[in-house]
């Protein structure tokens, strides 16, 4: 029988799923797969993954403000049971999900063993990589069908992150829960998408692999000086200003200044989300161009195993030789 590879049509992908665990679970199934070379991810937003509710528990989690890396979050809580709950114990728990698009192959083979053909697709799994749960407030561990509990909290969000992200081909997703522990059954719960910005003295102080220089506004290369006079960092969906004075720069057909992402994701991919052309013998005496930095950008961060950070290339095309090339970390928010 000839071997033959299945691309992953529709008749396989009707029986591929991805997952994430409670309470990152309300998406789970067909639209976390997709065929090979597929990004599943691409379409997805954290706040869907998160489940406003399960079992017999209705209500709600509010913040007073946004929350932030290191800082604190305040909120109010607001339950009421529609069946008895009596659980062993109950907590206010901060998790954290890493969600990643993974590829995946399966061969079939003949009653002989020898391979007939191949499925190739992508899916994705997630799994938490924080759950802490809080002793305050005490969450009572009964309640009675119509018992409305409400209370304030305040708890520490991550110390040093990772901030919420969407890198495209990996998630960084957190949420505040009210789960209640229930022996032999199912553990209700309420939860809420919680934001987690990146803190910008993150940064500044280079935690991580970030690097401090990435909130530096002049940063020399060689005899160059590669500057951001915009502020820093740099917010995604805004623009950012870059001066260039790089002397011993070569000549050159073309020139570009870039701004690079680069990432370790799984799945991910790595390249050029923003370009302006130059003309190289402006290098030596200075140019100054502007670079919009895509909306949605994940923010720089490292955690969790995943990292994503941004370079400011300046480039000069060279005719029947290798480009020549400069580059600096740049902070993105």
Avoid: C
Wanted: cysteine-free; charged content about 20%.
């Amino acid at each position: 029988m000839p071997f033959s590879v299945n691309l992953g049509g529709l008749g396989s992908l009707m029986h591929r799923s991805g997952s994430a665990p409670s309470p990152f679970d309300a998406i789970n199934g067909a639209r976390l797969a997709g065929s090979q070379g597929s990004h599943p991810l691409h379409t997805v937003l954290a706040e869907e993954l998160v489940k406003a509710a399960d079992g017999p528990i209705v209500g709600e989690i509010t913040l007073d403000q946004p929350a932030r890396v290191g800082d604190g979050i305040t909120g109010t809580i607001r339950v009421t049971a529609t069946e008895p709950i009596a659980a062993r114990k109950a907590a206010l728990r901060l998790v954290g999900l890493r969600l990643d698009e993974v590829t995946r192959s399966e061969d079939h083979r003949d009653s002989e063993g020898h391979v007939t053909s191949s499925d190739h697709w992508v899916e994705v799994q997630g799994k938490l990589f924080v759950e802490d749960a809080f002793l305050e407030p005490a969450v009572p561990t009964t309640l009675e069908p119509s018992q409305r509990w409400e209370a304030k909290f305040a708890v520490p969000a991550p110390r040093l992150g990772p901030p919420t992200a969407h890198l495209g081909e990996s998630i960084i997703a957190w949420a505040l829960e009210v789960r209640w522990d229930v022996a032999h059954g199912h553990d209700p719960f309420v939860a809420m998408h919680l934001p987690v910005a990146q803190h910008p003295d993150l940064l500044r102080a280079g935690v991580g692999k970030q690097g401090g220089l990435s909130l530096v506004q002049g940063v020399p290369v060689g005899d160059a000086m590669i500057r951001v006079t915009s502020p820093l960092p740099v917010s995604a969906g805004t623009e950012m200003t870059v001066s260039v004075r790089w002397p011993s720069a070569p000549g050159g057909q073309k020139g570009r200044v870039e701004l690079h992402r680069r990432t370790n994701a799984p799945n991910g991919t790595e390249g050029i989300i923003a370009s302006a052309p130059i003309d190289p013998a402006t290098l030596a005496g200075g140019v100054e161009v502007r670079l919009p930095v895509p909306a949605g950008s994940a923010p720089s961060f490292d955690g969790a195993g995943l990292e994503i950070n941004y370079v400011i290339r300046v480039l000069v095309d060279r005719r029947f030789r290798g480009d020549a090339a400069i580059e600096r970390p740049v902070g993105i928010v």
